[in-house]
């Protein structure tokens, strides 16, 4: 697959609790970063790039007080404005998820997709994978539908314990 190529949903929903080259993932969901930046006009200012490789650097959801240690630790100013504004503008684009469970974020792997996948969070390490939510939207719309509610708005996270954890204990 080209860095240029959508990565299929059902592709990537376990890539976060998976052996594979980790360099060549972030590296490949940064190309996709960037070509939707381009193509949707998005500055991606450095705090911004920065934030983005940092949430890339682990599969695990990160709090906003984490991303800014990190930006302190590189010598970028130590103002909490700093990281929630990069934080939002990556979730307002697509290039991140809130974990709301964690009050966290998490680098989307399919920056180029338009999506809403349930968050699979590893209540041990917060590893974090995304997995296709069609069908799990399609039940709720149903259940949903048959009670005369109209949903909005969607956020779906599944609690578990992921591989190396499981193995771990």
């Known amino acids: 697959m080209s860095s240029g190529d959508a990565m299929p949903e059902t592709d990537s929903h376990a890539i976060a609790f998976t052996e594979h080259d980790h360099s060549g993932c972030a590296a490949d969901v940064m190309a996709r970063a960037d070509a939707l930046a381009a193509r949707e006009g998005l500055r991606i200012t450095p705090v911004r790039r920065r934030v983005l490789e940092i949430l890339l650097e682990a599969h695990r959801a990160l709090g906003a007080y984490e991303v800014l240690d990190r930006l302190?630790?590189?010598?970028?100013?130590?103002?909490?404005?700093v990281a929630y504004r990069a934080l939002e503008f990556l979730t307002a684009n697509g290039l991140a998820h809130r974990v709301e469970r964690l009050n966290a974020f998490t680098a989307c792997m399919q920056p180029d997709a338009v999506h809403s996948p349930v968050l699979?969070?590893?209540?041990?390490?917060?590893?974090?994978?995304?997995?296709?939510?069609?069908p799990v939207r399609r039940a709720l719309g149903t259940i949903a539908a048959a009670s005369g509610f109209e949903i909005e708005r969607t956020s779906i996270e599944a609690i578990g314990c992921c591989p190396a954890c499981r193995e771990a204990s």
């Open 120 to 134: 699979m969070i590893c209540r041990a390490c917060n590893a974090v994978a995304e997995a296709p939510a069609e």
């Open 72 to 81: 302190a630790e590189e010598g970028h100013a130590r103002q909490p404005p």
